[in-house]
């Protein structure tokens, strides 16, 4: 299983993603410079978080147009499984893979800590892995996570299944209903029409390890991992 | 030739800055204000002969880098 993780010039969080995915879960990583033309045949895509571009004119407007996101691009069109990750998840968006937008954080402040996350869709290539949990911890650390799109959208969303996570808390007082950035729905994270596209703003690779006491994240990649190797197997 | 573009917030979509300073002005005693805006304003520079290839030039690169129009509207200042 080979992993591409990107940096762009402001991504912190690629150290991050490529511990999770190389030290600790024992996977390949190809570590791709954004100025790169090729994704060096991985099976799949992580695009990290951090602040691209140092999210001048928006939150991933810039790193969009990376030469790198052809590739990225043309990758998740033919199928590909891509994961953003916080600003990955910005970028995507800005880049047209996912619908709708991320805008400053209802409160106007960075917001940094653990947030109880229902998944509401185990059938992705996402979330096969997560065999029966209905909710999970998984740290958040960001400024512009408040997910919009219209009415239309939301509903098609819904309709489709493609909202992957939900905030559900946990409650506290800058957060009443447990949506911590003011998210339309609570959208934490969601998957494009054909289900091979995840952006969420919550870090699974910051929930990797045990000596961290979190571990929750580790679904997302075993996930896809499994369906990789699914693939594989029917022959094409 | 010099291009004034200016970006807003699409109606609809909350300016959560532009709330916050509403907020703070009403505070102040400016009970008349009853909403502010917050957007960006932009200057660019294109090596161009005309002003209407200028604006031309500005609106393309608005509509695919400057502005998001899933949130945003753009304008030229003439």
Not at chain 1, 41 to 63: I, K, M, N, Q, T
Not at chain 1, 194 to 202: A, R, S, W
Request: charged fraction near 25%; include cysteine; aromatic fraction near 6%.
């Amino acid at each position: 299983m080979v992993f591409a993780v990107i940096t762009f010039p402001g991504s912190n969080c690629d150290q991050d993603c490529i511990w999770a995915l190389e030290s600790v879960l024992g996977y390949t990583v190809r570590k791709v410079f954004h100025r790169s033309g090729s994704l060096e045949s991985a099976d799949a895509v992580v695009l990290p978080g951090g602040f691209s571009y140092g999210d001048y004119l928006r939150a991933g407007a810039l790193a969009r147009f990376s030469p790198i996101m052809e590739e990225v691009t043309a990758f998740a069109r033919e199928g590909g499984i891509v994961l953003g990750i916080c600003n990955g998840f910005q970028i995507l968006c800005e880049a047209g893979l996912l619908p709708g937008a991320l805008v400053r954080n209802r409160s106007l402040k960075f917001v940094c800590r653990d947030v109880l996350l229902r998944i509401e869709n185990r059938s992705t290539v996402f979330t096969s892995n997560y065999k029966n949990e209905q909710e999970i911890l998984l740290p958040i650390a960001h400024s512009d996570g408040q997910y919009i799109a219209d009415a239309e959208t939301l509903d098609m969303l819904e309709r489709e299944k493609r909202v992957v996570f939900r905030y559900r808390g946990p409650i506290r007082p800058d957060a009443p209903d447990g949506n911590p950035n003011g998210s339309a729905r609570a959208i934490a994270g969601l998957i494009n029409e054909q289900g091979n596209v995840l952006g969420m703003m919550p870090h699974p690779e910051r929930a990797c390890e045990a000596s961290f006491d979190r571990t929750d994240g580790t679904g997302v990649f075993t996930s896809i991992a499994e369906a990789v190797a699914n693939r594989k197997m029917i022959p094409a | 030739m010099t291009v004034k573009i200016i970006v807003t917030h699409k109606p609809g979509v909350l300016d959560p800055q532009g709330q916050t300073v509403l907020k703070n002005l009403q505070q102040l005693g400016h009970k008349d204000v009853h909403d502010v805006r917050i957007g960006k304003y932009i200057e660019i520079d294109i090596d161009v002969s005309s002003r209407e290839e200028a604006e031309k030039k500005a609106l393309e690169i608005s509509d695919k880098m400057l502005a998001n129009p899933v949130i945003e509207t753009f304008r030229v200042e003439p």
